[in-house]
């Protein structure tokens, strides 16, 4: 009981010490709770499931909870920025995942699903919108995107890119939005 004490405060102090060295790409001071990651996870539809991203996977929370979601012949492709976070990422075995340790900006191919826990409000404009184009631009038809958020000021950016719905988790530090996105498959560009 002790030890594993001791372990869940050093991930939370690692996690911490990334907040401190960048904030804007870390987004917040403590990973996401478990029920914010299974309300994501509960907005994918598992069973059509074959190829999924995760954008900003930090410590890997969320990952380990998609994982256990995910059908044993899909892939999940995971970007994560920061060096240490990414060797945290590294820890996890599973075979269907990829760890990329480059911007989210750089997606390619076609995904069921996306998740995502970018700090969207902290990356300079120019960046959220070439990673949110990007999103678009790489959902499979029928496919979500599926992004948490701590306030509701970047819903005018998602409404330019998809139609969402959200709802509201509070058992997290802080309480958070989910939103799930779909593309808006009449609008040919996005004006």
């Not at 309300?39 to 994918?44: H, I, L, N, R, V």
């Not at 945290?88 to 076609?110: C, P």
């Not at 958020?149 to 509201?168: A, N």
Request: proline residues 5%; positive net charge; charged residues 20%.
């Amino acid at each position: 009981m002790l030890a594993s004490a001791i372990n869940m405060f050093r991930s939370k102090a690692g996690f911490v010490q990334q907040f401190i060295r960048n904030p804007r790409a870390i987004g917040s001071i403590t990973p996401s709770s478990l029920i914010l990651c299974e309300t994501m996870a509960q907005c994918a539809d598992w069973q059509k499931v074959t190829r999924a991203a995760e954008l900003g996977a930090g410590d890997g929370v969320l990952t380990r909870v998609l994982l256990q979601h995910l059908a044993t012949n899909a892939s999940l492709d995971v970007f994560e920025i920061s060096p240490p976070l990414v060797k945290k990422l590294r820890q996890i075995q599973d075979d269907r995942m990829s760890i990329h340790s480059h911007s989210a900006e750089h997606l390619t191919g076609h995904y069921d699903v996306i998740f995502s826990g970018l700090p969207l409000l902290s990356l300079p404009a120019k960046i959220r919108h070439a990673i949110l184009e990007k999103v678009h631009e790489t959902l499979a038809p029928g496919g979500v995107f599926i992004q948490f958020q701590y306030t509701s000021l970047t819903q005018p950016e998602l409404s330019r890119y998809f139609i969402w719905e959200r709802q509201r988790v509070l058992k997290n530090v802080p309480p958070a939005w989910v939103y799930r996105c779909q593309r808006n498959w009449s609008d040919k560009t996005l004006g």
